[in-house]
C-alpha cells in the first residue's frame, strides 16, 4: 500500500470549504488533512472545526516549521500566491495554487525557479478544464470529429453578488475588477484549443452606478492566436443568473458546451431542410436527456468526481508516481502573460 501524503490547506475562505476540502476529505487513502492556515485565526478555528482539521496557524511560517507536509494547497488571493508558494517550495512541499498562479510572468518565472531548486512540483487549479463536457469536446477536436478546428466563443454569467457587490472584495481590486478573478478561468478554457494567443483586444462598460467601486460589469474579449483563429468572449457581471458556455467549432462541425449541466452537444446542421432541422433538435434533445440522465446516476451511485476532485487527486497521483501535473506551472504562466495583455488593453 503506498504511504499517504500530508497536505495543508492556506487559506480558509469559499474557495477552500467549498472546493478545495471537501475534495481532499474524499480521498482519506490518499492524504491526511493535518492542518490549515490563515491571518483571520478565528476564521481557521471555524473552518477546522467544521472538517475535522487538528492544526491551525496564523502564520504559514510556523505551520512549515513545526508540521511534516508533502503539499501546500494555495487558497488564497492572488496578490499572494507568489510569496506563499515560494516559501512551500523551500519548506521541501509540493504546492497546488488556485487561479491565477501569480499577477505577473515574473512571479510565475520566481515560483518555478523555487520548484527547479529544490526539485518539487507545481498544479495551478485550472479546474474548468476537468468538466466532463469539456474534457469530451477537446477529445473530440482532437480526434478530428469537427474537421480542422477555426474558432470558439465562450459565455459567462456570474450574478452580481458573488463578488460585484460587495465593496471589500479583493477581486473588485485586481487590475481590470472582477474579471481578474474570473478571467483566469476563460483564458485557460482557450488556450486548450489555442496555445499561442498573440493578439488580445478588449473593452468593458461600466452598468452598475451604485457599486462605485467596481469598475466594469460588463466585459467583450477577443483572443487571437498565430494561425489567425479567435475565441470570443462575453462575460457579465450584470444580472443574478449563473451560466457558462462554450462553443467550439470546425470545418466539419461545431460544439456546444454546457459546463453546469455537463453537456456536450455534436451541432450538425448542413442544411436548412426541415428534416435536418428536425433531426438536429431531436439529436440536441436526447443528448441532453443523456447526459443529465449520466450525471445524476453518477451522484446517486456516488462516482461523480467534480472538477477539483480530478484536480486534487491528479496531482497527488503524479507526485506519488512521479508522473506529469494535471496543470503545469508552464500552463499557468501562460494564462497570466495573457491576462495581463487584457488588463494592459482595459486600462487604455
Not at 113 to 119: P, Q, R, S, Y
Not at 203 to 213: F, I, P, T, V
Request: proline share 3%; glycine share 4%; charged share 25%.
Amino acid at each position: 500500500m503506498k504511504k499517504k501524503l500530508n497536505i495543508a490547506i492556506v487559506g480558509s475562505g469559499l474557495i477552500a470549504t467549498k472546493k478545495h476540502i471537501p475534495s481532499i476529505l474524499k480521498i482519506k487513502n490518499k492524504l491526511n488533512l493535518v492542518a490549515i492556515c490563515d491571518q483571520n485565526i478565528d476564521l481557521a478555528k471555524e473552518v477546522a472545526d467544521k472538517f475535522g482539521i487538528k492544526k491551525i496557524y496564523s502564520a504559514l511560517d510556523e505551520m512549515l516549521r513545526k508540521e511534516q507536509i508533502d503539499i501546500i494547497d494555495i487558497c488564497t488571493p492572488p496578490f499572494t500566491h507568489s510569496d506563499v508558494a515560494i516559501k512551500s517550495l523551500n519548506a521541501g512541499c509540493n504546492v497546488m495554487i488556485e487561479k491565477p498562479m501569480a499577477i505577473t510572468v515574473e512571479e510565475c518565472d520566481n515560483i518555478i525557479e523555487a520548484a527547479k531548486i529544490n526539485n518539487k512540483n507545481i498544479c495551478v487549479a485550472h479546474s474548468d478544464l476537468f468538466y466532463p463536457s469539456f474534457i469530451r469536446a477537446r477529445e473530440k477536436v482532437e480526434n478530428g470529429e469537427i474537421g480542422d478546428f477555426k474558432g470558439m466563443r465562450i459565455f459567462l454569467s456570474t450574478p452580481t453578488s458573488y463578488i460585484t457587490n460587495k465593496e471589500e472584495h479583493w477581486a473588485n481590486k485586481l487590475p481590470g475588477g472582477v474579471i481578474g478573478e474570473t478571467g483566469p478561468h476563460l483564458v485557460y478554457m482557450t488556450l486548450a484549443f489555442m496555445k499561442k494567443i498573440q493578439n488580445v483586444n478588449a473593452y468593458a462598460l461600466k452598468q452598475l452606478d451604485e457599486y462605485k467601486w467596481s469598475p466594469y460589469e460588463d466585459y467583450r474579449i477577443d483572443l487571437i492566436d498565430n494561425k489567425n483563429r479567435s475565441c470570443s468572449i462575453v462575460a457579465t457581471y450584470s444580472s443574478d443568473q449563473w451560466c457558462a458556455t462554450v462553443d467550439v467549432w470546425g470545418t466539419k462541425g461545431l460544439l456546444n458546451i454546457d459546463l453546469e449541466t455537463m453537456n456536450l452537444n455534436i451541432h450538425q446542421r448542413t442544411s436548412l431542410a426541415r428534416s435536418e432541422v428536425a433531426s438536429s433538435a431531436f439529436s440536441s434533445a436526447f443528448s441532453i436527456v443523456k447526459d443529465v440522465f449520466n450525471t445524476g446516476m453518477s451522484s446517486i451511485l456516488g462516482t461523480y468526481k467534480n472538477t477539483h476532485d480530478h484536480l486534487i487527486e491528479g496531482f497527488t497521483d503524479s507526485i506519488v508516481n512521479n508522473s506529469q501535473s494535471p496543470v503545469s506551472a508552464e500552463e499557468g504562466k501562460e494564462a497570466v502573460r495573457i491576462m495581463k495583455l487584457l488588463t494592459d488593453k482595459l486600462s487604455n
